[in-house]
């Protein structure tokens, strides 16, 4: 098994004349934090949808574990061990925490399991558990979720997309509208969690990039402007440029 779970290479997609992501390659490591930066409009939502299967590249490839999984739906990409949560909260507000985990928890079921009662699905419910004590939700397992406050929901929204037990994790913005406090909480947990599963995040907090990467990936204008650890990220006049106008 390669050392790189998800590898992209010269991936594009164009709308009209503007080129979102044009000619984008890298490889993520395994079990490591890779976090994609850049200024407001610099395709990295977008690159997170062509990954993903939202959005189909006009040419390019995207790879797991070494096989071909190029413009497969999310479904598709979901079985080969990908999964994502998005900028926006996208949870099932008038539903509990439990079930809203228990939902994503029961594609680990066979599939028949569909035609069972809920209490006959063993393996989605020890999920669930698991998950509840791991981001510290259980005393809210009953609660609907929006009765949750921000920081929670958004902490829910990436268990959720664990649910799965995906190879590699895709997280867009996970702290976004957060307090400090619960940012510097979801930073911890977010950390703890390259143990069991390969993160590649997008984040506008430079801080919380710098201490929670271990690789970066710098966009501009849809293109990969640099990439590599932190600190080399950090010094790299061009970044300097993109960001704040000067080296």
């Not at 902490?155 to 190879?167: F, I, S, T, W």
């Not at 913005?173 to 947990?189: C, F, I, N, R, V």
């Not at 204008?221 to 080399?232: C, F, I, R, S, Y």
Request: contains cysteine; aromatic residues 4%; neutral net charge.
């Amino acid at each position: 098994m390669s050392a790189s779970v998800l590898e992209v290479r010269d991936l594009s997609v164009h709308f009209g004349g503007l080129r979102a992501v044009d000619n984008v390659s890298f490889a993520i490591a395994r079990h490591r934090i890779t976090t994609v930066i850049g200024p407001n409009g610099a395709g990295k939502s977008t690159l997170f949808n062509l990954i993903s299967g939202a959005v189909r590249p006009r040419a390019g490839q995207v790879l797991i574990d070494g096989v071909d999984h190029t413009g497969e739906p999310p479904h598709r990409l979901q079985a080969a061990g990908l999964a994502r949560s998005f900028q926006i909260t996208n949870l099932f507000f008038e539903l509990s925490v439990a079930e809203n985990l228990r939902l994503a928890a029961q594609i680990l079921e066979p599939m028949a399991m569909a035609w069972r009662p809920v209490a006959a699905s063993r393996t989605a419910l020890a999920r669930v558990d698991e998950l509840l004590e791991r981001f510290g939700l259980t005393d809210k397992a009953p609660y609907p979720v929006g009765k949750l406050s921000h920081g929670e929901q958004r902490r829910l929204e990436v268990a959720v997309a664990l649910a799965c037990k995906p190879k590699v994790l895709l997280l867009d913005e996970p702290t976004q509208g957060m307090s400090h406090g619960d940012t510097e909480d979801t930073a911890k947990l977010i950390k703890s969690l390259s143990s069991d599963v390969t993160i590649l995040l997008i984040e506008h907090d430079i801080g919380l990039v710098m201490s929670l990467s271990d690789h970066v990936i710098v966009m501009h204008q849809g293109q990969k402007l640099a990439e590599g650890t932190p600190a080399e990220v950090r010094g790299n006049p061009a970044v300097q440029t993109a960001y704040f106008g000067h080296a």
